[in-house]
């Protein structure tokens, strides 16, 4: 049973804002959220990460509900650059990570 | 530059053959993962080791096994694999509970 849910695919104007959203509905309390994203050919690269409170790095924030049970990737200025696959991922405890269906954004200039 | 050097980038191995993947780190991480990525799909978690021990099995079968020599090293040797063993193999680390550390992983092709 997939762990997150995803949109598979979202578009974007350059410099505008976008929010990714995921949703976790069988999330358990110690279960932390982490943000990647994947270009052709590389592997993931770690984008952001949170446990309750929202969070906010150079990248991009995460907001996360009050219920857990969603969480949502904000890119405050879209460029040609962020065109990747976004995964949203459970940890839980152990070091488990168990990716998302992942949801491919294309930033349109 | 990826912090996480996989080798080989490619391979392609008849299904009788015995080759092994080679992750390398220098981070001082005390985790390492394998994923399996087919194509268009997420990654999917195969191993975890912690401090050198196996702690993670996402019931692999046998014909992947994994072996861990040090903190720096993580290997895995394929044999007898299958056509649909096929697909991109990633290694990653991480500090305990951290941020993955990915490599750009190894493309493996079976005849």
């Known amino acids: 049973d997939a762990k997150t849910t995803q949109p598979n695919s979202m578009e974007s104007n350059e410099e505008e804002p976008v929010h990714l959203p995921c949703n976790h509905s069988?999330?358990?309390?110690?279960?932390?959220i982490h943000w990647y994203r994947q270009l052709p050919s590389q592997g993931p690269e770690y984008v952001i990460h949170g446990l309750t409170s929202n969070v906010n790095n150079r990248m991009a924030s995460l907001a996360i509900a009050e219920d857990r049970k969603s969480s949502t990737l904000i890119l405050h200025r879209a460029t040609l650059r962020d065109a990747a696959v976004y995964y949203c991922i459970l940890r839980l405890t152990g070091n488990q990570f168990y990716f998302g269906t992942g949801t491919s954004l294309t930033v349109i200039p | 530059d990826t912090e996480v050097t996989q080798t080989p980038k490619h391979l392609v191995m008849g299904m009788t053959n015995k080759k092994s993947l080679k992750c390398e780190q220098h981070?001082?991480?005390?985790?390492m993962y394998w994923y399996k990525q087919k194509a268009k799909k997420p990654p999917e978690l195969m191993f975890v080791?912690?401090?050198?021990?196996?702690?993670i099995n996402e019931s692999v079968p046998s014909r992947f096994s994994p072996e861990c020599p040090n903190s720096s090293l993580l290997n895995l040797h394929l044999h007898a694999l299958q056509p649909e063993d096929s697909a991109l193999y990633l290694c990653?680390?991480?500090?305990?509970?951290?941020?993955?550390?990915f490599g750009d992983g190894t493309r493996l092709s079976i005849l």
């Open positions: 990653a680390s991480s500090q305990s509970g951290g941020p993955q550390h």
């Open positions: 080791y912690s401090y050198e021990k196996l702690s």
């Open positions: 069988t999330i358990s309390g110690t279960d932390y």
């Open positions: 981070m001082g991480h005390r985790a």
